[in-house]
Each structure stands twice: as structure tokens, then as C-alpha cells.
């Protein structure tokens, strides 16, 4: 009876031991506007992150960090190798081996896809996705001789398919072709519509494969996270925002130009803490446990131009969150004006570094 009762518990224990042996992360930060989303070419791209900053963030606390690239900085528009982008690449990860930091490499923005573009001829046009198999298998014979504890591999930053069975579809192609040159890589999978914590019930993970983490990126509320942001309608958004609590007061709403309330409108009256973050990333939660996979948040971040205290109010509650459901997560982003932990100039946000390293 001792012995039946000692191999239940142990088979219980196998089937429930954490996912991922090889590729373990806790805290991490993206490496952005270097290899992806950035002008820098030359000495100002080399200069803009280096050996240092790889010892600086391992010496923060951190123990990865993950590295987004975009096609047209790492491949023209023939496939050819870009060598001296390759080169910065794989310097990065020599460094990080050499510091004891592991690198997510993240295939961020494609000339086929861009999250927030119009047109995105990778959904509909066969060449463009044979094209980006072959990214991605050019990639994986590259770095294929990094070892699977250092490197992992994101298959797409934030899909925009119109139909998640496109994604669905594309996403498990390239995974079968990564497979073919590497069968134990950690692949990082992340849900349609941005990596949206609301598509992960439409996501499908290929089968009977350990080696995943399933990734979803958080900017909830959106008119807090994106507050007067250029880029998106916000930067019409004229009225104050609040967190914790109700974030655009009906009494602020009533004062607000018919445009500004407009957009305001879907946050207006309701209520933003800790209980909403997380109650919104329990889809993600529980796919992860059914099958049996690791969770990551590759992104989360609120940019500067909220009120400080309430923004760095919501970074403890993010950080906290994840950390109470064993959610690996990378801060957007390591340097930058804007959302960075290291400002432009190279003074550091030292409250902001120690809600997100949490020591």
C-alpha cells in the first residue's frame, strides 16, 4: 500500500511539474527601438545598447530580456541577411550568455505585417507567408547552435488576423517548420488581436509539445496605458484619467468636446484595480493550466504622460499580480523617454526599476 501510494504521488507530481525545465524566466525587459522600431543605423545602433547594458540589467536583477527584430532592419527585401544587424543580434546573445541572462528573440514587425496597419497582406497572400517560413527558418539555422537554457524563440509580436483561424493556421505552419531544425526549442506563442488576454479561448497550441509558453501582453485600461499618445486616437483625448478607481468620472465626461467623449466613452464609469487586472488575464491562466504550459506577459507598461503616482501605482499592481500566478514578464521597455526604466539621457527611473524588479 506504501508503495502504490508513493508512485501515485509521484506520477501526480510529473504531471504536474512546471513546463519548461530548460527555459526558465521570472523578469525580464524589452530591448525596443534597436533592432525593431528604430532609425539608428551605423555606430548610433551599435552604441544604443551594448555590453554594459547587458550587465546593467543582469546587475537590476533581471534574467532575460527579450529582444524584438523586425524584418526590414534584419533581411532586404530579397531575404538577404542584413550582416551587420545579424551581427548586433548575435552579440546580444553572446553577451547575455556570458552575464547569465537568457534572450527571447521576438520577430517583431514584418513589411507584410505591421499590428496597427491597414493592410496586412500576410493574411491573404500565400508568398508573403512562405516568405515568412523562411524568416524564420533562416533565423533558426543561424541561432540554432545557441543552446536551448540561453535562447528561445517568439514566433510573432501582436498577430492582427480579421479571422483567428488565420493566425491559428500560420502560427502552426511555422511552428512545424521550426521543428524540422530544432525539436526541443522553446517557442513562445502568443493569442490573436494583439496578444489580447480576451482571444485566448480562439487560440490554438499545436499538440504534445512542452517546449511552448503561451504569451499575452497587458495595457489595460487602454485610455490609461496609451494616455495622449500620438500614435493612437488618444492623443485627442483631452480630460484627466484616475487609477485606482474610476477612470473617467461621468462628471469629467459631461465636460469633454464631442470628439474627446467619444473616445472616452467605453472607460467612462467604470472601475480599474487590482481585483479588475486580475479577474481580465484568467483566460490565459487557464489554457496554460490545461495544457500543462508556461505563461508569460512579454509586454505591459503605461507611458509617462499619466499622473506618476497612479501609474507606478499600476505597475506594483501588475507586478503583483503575475508574480502571485507564476507569470513570467518583460517590461515595455528597458530605455526610452517614454516607457523606459532608463531615460533617453541615462538616468535611471529608479522607483519604477524597483516596483518592476521587486527584490
Known amino acids: 500500500m506504501v508503495i502504490i501510494t508513493t508512485l501515485l504521488c509521484y506520477f501526480l ?87 547569465q541572462l537568457k534572450v527571447i528573440v521576438d520577430l517583431h514587425i514584418l513589411r507584410s505585417h505591421h499590428f496597427n496597419a491597414k493592410e496586412k497582406p500576410l493574411w491573404t497572400d500565400e508568398k508573403e507567408q512562405l516568405k515568412f517560413f523562411d524568416l524564420w527558418k533562416d533565423l533558426s539555422n543561424t541561432l540554432k547552435g545557441f543552446s536551448n537554457e540561453l535562447v528561445a524563440y517568439e514566433l510573432m509580436n501582436e498577430a492582427v488576423a480579421d479571422d483567428p483561424e488565420q493566425w491559428n493556421s500560420l502560427l502552426n505552419k511555422a511552428f512545424a517548420e521550426i521543428r524540422q531544425i530544432e525539436p526541443e526549442r522553446t517557442i513562445i506563442i502568443g493569442s490573436n488581436m494583439w496578444q489580447s488576454v480576451d482571444t485566448f479561448v480562439d487560440l490554438k497550441v499545436p499538440k504534445n509539445d512542452p517546449n511552448i509558453i503561451l504569451s499575452f501582453h497587458y495595457y489595460k485600461p487602454f485610455l490609461f496605458s496609451h494616455y495622449k499618445t500620438s500614435w493612437t486616437e488618444l492623443k485627442n483625448y483631452t480630460g484627466p484619467v484616475n487609477y485606482p478607481g474610476i477612470i473617467v468620472t461621468q462628471k469629467n465626461l459631461k465636460k469633454l468636446s464631442p470628439e474627446a467623449k467619444k473616445i472616452a466613452q467605453q472607460w467612462a464609469g467604470k472601475n480599474f484595480d487590482i481585483r479588475f487586472i486580475e479577474k481580465s488575464i484568467q483566460a490565459p491562466i487557464k489554457k496554460a493550466k490545461e495544457l500543462n504550459l508556461a505563461l508569460y506577459c512579454g509586454e505591459f507598461g503605461i507611458f509617462n504622460t499619466t499622473p506618476k503616482k497612479d501609474r507606478l501605482k499600476w505597475y506594483e499592481d501588475i507586478v503583483s499580480v503575475l508574480q502571485k500566478n507564476n507569470i513570467g514578464y518583460a517590461n515595455w521597455n528597458y530605455k526610452s523617454n517614454s516607457f523606459g526604466l532608463i531615460n533617453d539621457d541615462g538616468t535611471e527611473n529608479d522607483k519604477l526599476i524597483e516596483i518592476i524588479v521587486n527584490k
Do not use: Y
Open 13 to 99: 507530481t510529473t504531471a504536474t511539474t512546471p513546463p519548461n525545465a530548460s527555459f526558465k524566466i521570472t523578469k525580464g525587459t524589452n530591448i525596443a527601438h534597436w533592432l525593431s522600431q528604430g532609425k539608428k543605423r551605423g555606430n548610433l545602433r551599435a552604441n544604443f545598447f551594448t555590453e554594459n547594458d547587458v550587465i546593467k540589467i543582469k546587475a537590476l536583477g533581471f534574467d532575460h530580456i527579450r529582444l524584438p527584430i523586425d524584418e526590414e532592419q534584419m533581411w532586404d527585401e530579397e531575404n538577404n541577411k542584413n550582416q551587420e544587424a545579424f551581427q548586433l543580434l548575435e552579440n546580444a546573445i553572446n553577451w547575455c550568455e556570458k552575464h
